[in-house]
């Protein structure tokens, strides 16, 4: 049982194009991250939300957590080549200890 | 200053073979987490390990993998008699403080093929 779901799964988009990453789950979350991949490495950490309702701007990133607490998404507004990469929301559920629990991914491809 | 470390980078191995993946974490870190990655997907969490507490090792899918912690530090994970659905991508990460909340900084993963 995957806790938490991302929408997309792949997204091609063209250079300056806007576009949004969903994480969804029926379970509530203490927090939650978003991190990206690139190919051969590990992810980077790019936002924590910890309140419901919060909203977090990265430059052109914009990070949202549901005010239920129980999904989240992210916003690039005029995507760059440089944002290609496999983004990763992660959540620590309520009563789960120190653990994340990642969601499926989403791989972004933004062309030239 | 230096990152989270793994080794081997890529470790191809024959099915029923024992495997050690190694992961030096950053120091001061207290907590240190393994995870496996099948292509393109998320992270699954294997094991958790915080300062002298006991291991989480709720995520392990089998007794065939072990985990351990030297010196709080160094942490090496051990599958035993590789299976072909052991092959993945497993990534250790560090972090300074005991939970989700806190920043986790991965090291970029050991490509492990068994064959």
């Known amino acids: 049982t995957q806790l938490l779901e991302q929408s997309p799964q792949f997204l091609s988009i063209q250079e300056g194009e806007n576009l949004t990453v969903y994480c969804n789950s029926s379970?509530?979350?203490?927090?939650l991250q978003w991190y990206r991949q690139e190919p051969g490495e590990g992810p980077v950490l790019l936002v924590t939300?910890?309140?419901?309702?919060e909203v977090k701007k990265l430059k052109r990133l914009t990070f949202q957590f549901g005010d239920a607490r129980k999904d989240s998404s992210l916003h690039i507004t005029a995507a760059q080549p440089g944002d290609t990469g496999l983004y990763l929301c992660?959540?620590?559920?309520?009563?789960?200890?120190?653990?994340?629990?990642f969601g499926t991914g989403t791989q972004l491809k933004v062309e030239l | 200053g230096a990152g989270v470390s793994q080794s081997p980078s890529n470790k191809v191995t024959e099915k029923g073979k024992d495997v050690e993946l190694r992961c030096d974490p950053i120091?001061?870190?207290?907590?240190l987490y393994w995870y496996r990655q099948s292509l393109g997907q998320g992270l699954e969490f294997l094991i958790y390990?915080?300062?002298?507490?006991?291991?989480?090792k709720s995520g392990l899918p089998s007794d065939r993998f072990s985990a351990e912690r030297t010196g709080g530090s160094v942490s090496t994970l051990t599958i035993q008699r590789t299976q072909q659905e052991d092959s993945a991508v497993y990534l250790c990460?560090?972090?300074?403080?005991?939970?989700?909340?806190?920043?986790?900084?991965f090291g970029p993963g050991t490509r492990l093929t068994v064959t």
């Open positions: 390990f915080q300062g002298n507490s006991a291991p989480d």
């Open positions: 990460a560090s972090s300074l403080g005991q939970g989700a909340i806190y920043e986790q900084y």
């Open positions: 379970s509530v979350f203490s927090s």
């Open positions: 120091s001061g870190h207290t907590a």
């Open positions: 992660a959540g620590g559920l309520r009563g789960g200890g120190n653990k994340l629990t």
């Open positions: 939300v910890v309140t419901g309702g």
